[in-house]
T-cell receptor, first 112, second 113 residues
Framework: DTEVTQTPKHLVMGMTNKKSLKCEQH?????MYWYKQKAKKPPELMFV???????INESVPSRFSPECPNSSLLNLHLHALQPEDSALYLC???????????FGPGTRLTVL | AQSVTQLDSQVPVFEEAPVELRCNYS??????LFWYVQYPNQGLQLLLK??????LVKGINGFEAEFNKSQTSFHLRKPSVHISDTAEYFC???????????FGQGTILTVHP
C-alpha cells in the first residue's frame, strides 16, 4: 500500500483567513514533504520533515507554517496568503529521505 | 547540483502507436532516476524508477525506461499507447545520498483516437 491521503481536496480562502492542509500516511515512512505546484509547472519542494523534525525549508515565506505532530501526520498552516499562492499543494512521503517518494492527490488552493 | 531536461514539452500521438518521452539529466554525483505521471487535477503517481542494476526498467501500465549513463539519459517508452495514457509525465532525479528530488518541466502526452 503506497497511499498518501490529503484533505481537503479543494480549498478557497481569503487573504485574511487562517486554514490548514492535512496529510496522512500509514506506511511507516519517516520522511514527509510538502511541494507546491503552479499551473503548467513541475512541483517545487517547500519543506522536508525527517523523523518528525524539519530538515529542509526551501526559503518558504513565513505565511506557510509546517507542522509534524507525529510520524503519520503532516500539516501545513496557512495565514495571510496572497493570490499568487494559489496552486496545487502536494504531500509526499518516503521510507527515509533517501528513498522513493510517494505522492498524495493534492489540495487545490485558491486564494481570493 | 543536478538538473533535468525534458526535451519535448508536448508529444501528440495516435492510439496504438509507440511513444518515447525524452529525458536528460546532469549531475556531479551518482543519481537515482524516476518517472512520474500526473493525470489532470491529480497528484503524481510513480511509473518507474532506476536505483541500480539492470539499465532497462519496467514500470506500471506497460511503460519502460532505459538508463544510459554515457548519454546521461533516461528515456521513457511504451510500444502501444492508449487514450488513457493522456497525461503529463515528469522525469525526476535525486542524488543517491541527498534527498531532494529535482523535476523536469514535464511532457504532456496526448493520445488521439
Amino acid at each position: 500500500d503506497t497511499e498518501v491521503t490529503q484533505t481537503p481536496k479543494h480549498l478557497v480562502m481569503g487573504m485574511t483567513n487562517k486554514k490548514s492542509l492535512k496529510c496522512e500516511q500509514h506506511m511507516g515512512h519517516r520522511a514527509m514533504y510538502w511541494y507546491k505546484q503552479k499551473a503548467k509547472k513541475p512541483p517545487e519542494l517547500m519543506f522536508v520533515y525527517s523523523y518528525e523534525k524539519l530538515s529542509i525549508n526551501e526559503s518558504v515565506p513565513s505565511r506557510f507554517s509546517p507542522e509534524c505532530p507525529n510520524s503519520s501526520l503532516l500539516n501545513l498552516h496557512l495565514h495571510a496568503l496572497q493570490p499568487e499562492d494559489s496552486a496545487l499543494y502536494l504531500c509526499a512521503s518516503s521510507q527515509d529521505w533517501e528513498d522513493t517518494q510517494y505522492f498524495g492527490p493534492g489540495t487545490r488552493l485558491t486564494v481570493l | 547540483a543536478q538538473s533535468v531536461t525534458q526535451l519535448d514539452s508536448q508529444v501528440p500521438v495516435f492510439e496504438e502507436a509507440p511513444v518515447e518521452l525524452r529525458c536528460n539529466y546532469s549531475s556531479s554525483v551518482s543519481v537515482y532516476l524516476f518517472w512520474y505521471v500526473q493525470y489532470p487535477n491529480q497528484g503524481l503517481q510513480l511509473l518507474l524508477k532506476y536505483l541500480s542494476g539492470s539499465t532497462l526498467v519496467k514500470g506500471i501500465n506497460g511503460f519502460e525506461a532505459e538508463f544510459n549513463k554515457s548519454q546521461t539519459s533516461f528515456h521513457l517508452r511504451k510500444p502501444s499507447v492508449h487514450i488513457s495514457d493522456t497525461a503529463e509525465y515528469f522525469c525526476a532525479v535525486k542524488g543517491t545520498s541527498y534527498g531532494k528530488l529535482t523535476f523536469g518541466q514535464g511532457t504532456i502526452l496526448t493520445v488521439h483516437p
